[in-house]
């Protein structure tokens, strides 16, 4: 019977593991007021782009700016007091539990100041990090009080991406890798992540959650929530490959026919990785075995065979 073979021979299998997810913000913030009054002026709104510390709303601070003024001058009153106290202690004209509660009420008024000029600062409502305002909640006229949601700020200068991993191939990446992701939306396109975190954990499901970063420097914009595939490069120890079309029957009872002597000879096998053509063989062959590549669906045990060469 003619067949072809192949020589059983050391090697690593690089196996790509495909895991999916969907693109996630670096950082999303919901703004909300710390203090309370009637809104004045709005400067950003939906899909504005803001740096950190930019104006988004005023609040209405006349009354806060009143206290502000008034916290001040008991405040340099209570300073006056004290320092003139001071002085007249050194020549045991006052009490020493006069100047100390003159030192007490100065210490409140300062605190009482910079109450005041906290409040007055929360008036003007400002970004803490950069972003785009993904949604608004607040109208100008309308009245906030303290803990009100005033907008929401998405930062997708980088991308995050949660992936979930087995415990057989979580040993076999590494942080700081480099992962090329796909974007259904972007078929054409390619975009490289790196593995930023590895859980140290498993979930409920025996799998390990893997966290990819992306910077979103390229030309085209992505945005949260998009679905993504990535492709993880793992890479297997050294062992013996062979094609999977040397397989006769399934995976879970492979057996392969090796030529000696001019005679086809079932082995077999234990296997471990494989991906789309190639199978890692653990027991059943030596290195340099020739493997019969194709004829097989013929063949019996002891069949005479002839190699031809293709």
């Known amino acids: 019977i003619p067949v072809t073979v192949q020589k059983a021979e050391n090697g690593v299998l690089s ?75 050194e020549q045991n004209a006052v009490t020493k539990r006069d100047l100390e509660q003159a030192q007490i009420g100065l210490k409140k008024a300062k605190a009482d100041l910079t109450n005041a000029r906290k409040a007055l600062s929360n008036t003007s409502i400002k970004a803490p990090i950069a972003g785009i305002i993904n949604n608004d909640f607040i109208t100008t006229g309308q009245f906030l009080s303290g803990g009100s949601q005033v907008c929401e700020i998405v930062n997708n200068r ?15 990446i590494r942080k700081g890798q480099k992962v090329s992701i796909h974007l259904a939306v972007f078929p054409d396109k390619r975009f490289t992540g790196t593995i930023s975190s590895i859980a140290e954990k498993a979930d409920a499901a025996m799998k390990f959650n893997v966290e990819l970063t992306l910077a979103n420097n390229s030309q085209v914009q992505l945005r949260s929530g998009l679905y993504a595939e990535a492709l993880l490069p793992v890479k297997n120890d050294t062992h013996l490959i062979i094609e999977k079309r040397c397989i006769v029957g399934s995976m879970e009872k492979p057996v392969v026919f090796v030529v000696q002597q001019g005679k086809a000879v079932s082995r077999e096998l234990v296997v471990g990785s494989s991906n789309d053509k190639q199978v890692e063989v653990l027991e059943g062959l030596s290195s340099g075995d020739q493997v019969v590549l194709s004829g097989q669906l013929n063949l019996k045990d002891g069949n005479a065979v002839s190699v031809i060469n293709l």
């Open 15 to 89: 196996e790509n593991v495909i895991a999916t997810g969907t693109l996630e913000a670096s950082e999303i913030l919901t703004v909300v007021s710390e203090t309370q009054g009637k809104i004045i002026k709005i400067y950003k709104e939906k899909g504005d782009r803001v740096n950190a510390g930019d104006l988004i709303a005023k609040v209405d601070d006349e009354v806060i700016a009143a206290n502000v003024l008034t916290a001040e001058a008991n405040y340099e009153q209570f300073q006056k007091d004290a320092e003139r106290l001071a002085r007249l202690a």
């Open 158 to 172: 980088e991308l995050k991406l949660n992936i979930r991993v087995s415990e057989r191939e979580v040993y076999k």
